[in-house]
């Protein structure tokens, strides 16, 4: 997904409510935290199941909460704090909702923004090197809706993107309602040069009508995607071309969903809103895990 968002330095939340071998079109770099020089201790599995009163925010340890508008994307929604965006549903679900309005006048990159939506990561609460990382979710339809399931490199505030590497486990766009992608972004093969495969589902079926399962199986110099337990695609240092392998070391993960941009395209006269990121779970399990 990625890319920083524009204003610096960003609002970052601590207590709750911020391809066969299709190639991802554009890169998603993601707002940069700070450099966190201090080592980190051992920690159990990372879960979240989203339980929780209806209207309440996120578990603020484990999540903090981006805001601000994303111009490298050229998205079209500002990323707001609370509950509007990103809430609990009391169903035992963390429903991010995507809404055509703009109730306090955010300013975005193009003007007065169109959109609100929400942007949550882990940073700074949990990182993990190597296991099974996982989510089930049902994701939104329609032109110009775009939802992901990402992680970057724990060193981003010091290195920046691409040299942090990015592991895109899940991305769609509205106009393929029936595939969605996978793609690692590191130096010498981010934004276009992505490298990665896309997942369709049979019989023309939409992601959108139902809950799916998006995950990565991470080990040393391997990376491998499945949906609903089918393994679509592995990547391995022998894929990147001569480049440098950026993915044995921690990252962490992100849950957002953007409106429009440079690979969705803006919505038009047939994108409804509201639009609904639904997500049942996010587990990350084995593997050598960290967190503050």
């Known amino acids: 997904m990625h890319a920083s968002l524009r204003r610096r330095p960003l609002v970052w939340l601590a207590t709750a409510l911020c391809c066969g071998a299709v ?34 925010g996120v578990d603020g340890s484990k999540w903090q909460t981006e805001t601000g508008d994303n111009v490298n994307n050229h998205e079209g929604q500002y990323y707001t704090a609370g509950t509007n965006n990103a ?10 909702t995507a ?18 939506s929400a942007r949550l990561n882990t940073s700074g609460k949990f990182t993990t090197q190597y296991g099974h990382v996982e989510t089930r ?21 010091s290195v920046g993107w691409p040299n942090s590497g990015e592991i895109d486990i899940m991305e769609n766009v509205g106009f393929e309602p029936n595939t969605v992608h996978g793609t690692i972004h590191g130096p010498g093969y981010s934004g276009a040069g992505g490298i990665g495969a896309g997942y369709s589902l049979p ?11 998006f995950a990565i199986d991470w080990s040393p110099d391997k ?20 480049n440098e392998w950026v993915f044995n070391k921690p990252f962490y993960i992100i849950l957002n969903l953007a409106v429009g941009g440079d690979w969705p395209g803006n919505p038009d006269g047939s994108t409804s809103f509201p639009q609904e990121l639904v997500v049942d779970y996010v587990h990350v399990s084995t593997g050598d895990s960290a967190a503050h």
């Open 87 to 96: 809430s609990l549903d009391g169903q035992g679900h963390l429903v991010i």
């Open 23 to 56: 190639l991802a079109p554009t890169a998603a770099q993601a707002a940069r935290p700070p450099a966190d020089p201090a080592p980190r201790a051992a920690a159990a599995n990372f879960t979240d199941d989203f339980d929780g009163p209806a209207g309440s």
């Open 203 to 213: 019989g023309g079926e939409a992601f959108a009508d139902d809950f799916h399962t």
């Open 137 to 157: 979710m049902k994701i939104p339809r329609g032109q110009g809706i775009w939802p992901a399931f990402w992680m970057l490199g724990d060193d981003m505030g």
């Open 99 to 116: 809404r055509k309005e703009n109730p306090n006048n955010y300013q975005c990159w193009y003007g007065t923004c169109e959109y609100t």
């Open 223 to 242: 990376i491998s995607w499945s949906v609903d337990g089918n393994v679509y695609q592995e990547r391995t240092p022998a894929d990147v071309n001569g």
